[in-house]
């Protein structure tokens, strides 16, 4: 951790992470309505940036053709 947060902040960011962890939650009931194409663009961008093992992306762009 970075020797200029003090320990109080360090605390502070490890509670933070602590109760954000806490909330996740994983669905595994899904509704049938039908997903509209801006959502799906911004549920892809999200993916997108998400980390990956070895951080190894796939380098082609699925959005078309």
Do not use: Y
Request: proline share 3%; aromatic share 2%.
């Amino acid at each position: 951790m970075n020797k200029n947060i003090r320990e109080s902040e360090a605390a502070s960011l490890d509670n933070a992470v602590l109760s954000l962890l806490g909330r996740h939650v994983s669905v595994r009931k899904f509704r049938q309505d039908p997903v509209s194409e801006e959502q799906l663009a911004a549920i892809i961008g999200a993916a997108q940036m998400a980390s990956t093992s070895s951080n190894v992306r796939d380098c082609c762009d699925r959005s078309g053709p």
